[in-house]
């Protein structure tokens, strides 16, 4: 079964420093997402792609968080700098237009 | 302010007993979606409703879309420590759009 890719699916590191997460969609998906998931908001949508130009990213902390699709193949999500407020799953998703989303297996992020 | 309320937000159940989740929300969608998530593990689809008023059945997962597509509900019949896991509902406002999540029901089902 083809599968959305995350990596890493872990990461641990200081507050300050740069993290950078990707994801490797469906072949063939065209909508790529990225969510965050905390046990106090739940699942939330930071941003959204579609034929790899931003659609929406209006969940995401301008100031520090970045996302791009450099091509069809990968998706970045960076934070620069973390912060212990970051800590969270970060999932991504791809699929169609008219079909559901497939989710990856998400980056579990640890800001010290 | 959660777009999507579910309820309950824990269920310790029984193996053999029934449950219905319910999924809430004062917008109106065009699609409402159910998934299943298990610890380190992203969300599954279960399944979609987009009719209002539709029921969708799935072995023994029954999934009703309201009336007015502003509400849903899962109903597990004869739940099984298979089925323990966190449900979450989504909602969408147009096709290929981003989904609203509601906050997940943890499920779990002792045999």
């Known amino acids: 079964d083809a599968r959305v890719t995350q990596t890493p699916r872990h990461k641990v590191t200081e507050m300050g420093q740069e993290v950078t997460m990707r994801c490797q969609p469906i072949?063939?998906?065209?909508?790529v997402f990225w969510y965050r998931q905390t046990m106090m908001q739940g699942l939330e949508l930071l941003a959204y792609?579609?034929?790899?130009?931003?659609?929406?990213d209006s969940g995401m902390p301008k100031d520090r968080f970045s996302a791009e699709m450099p091509d069809a193949t990968l998706a970045t999500l960076k934070i620069q700098p973390s912060e212990p407020r970051d800590s969270a799953v970060y999932f991504c998703?791809?699929?169609?237009?008219?079909?559901?989303?497939?989710f990856g297996d998400g980056t579990r992020l640890s800001i010290l | 302010t959660q777009l999507l309320e579910q309820s309950p937000q824990f269920l310790s159940i029984q193996e053999g007993e029934n449950l219905t989740v319910y999924c809430n929300s004062s917008?109106?969608?065009?699609?409402l979606q159910w998934y299943r998530q298990e610890p380190g593990e992203g969300p599954v689809l279960l399944v979609t409703v987009v009719t209002g008023g539709e029921v969708k059945k799935l072995k023994r997962l029954t999934f009703q879309f309201g009336d007015a597509r502003k509400d849903s509900s899962l109903h597990i019949t004869a739940a099984q420590p298979g089925d323990t896991g966190l449900y979450l509902c989504?909602?969408?406002?147009?096709?290929?759009?981003?989904?609203?999540f509601g906050q997940g029901t943890e499920l779990s089902v002792k045999p």
């Open positions: 989504a909602g969408q406002y147009n096709q290929g759009g981003k989904l609203i």
């Open positions: 998703a791809s699929g169609l237009v008219h079909q559901p989303q497939h």
């Open positions: 792609f579609r034929n790899r130009a931003p659609l929406d």
């Open positions: 072949l063939g998906h065209n909508t």
């Open positions: 917008s109106v969608f065009s699609s």
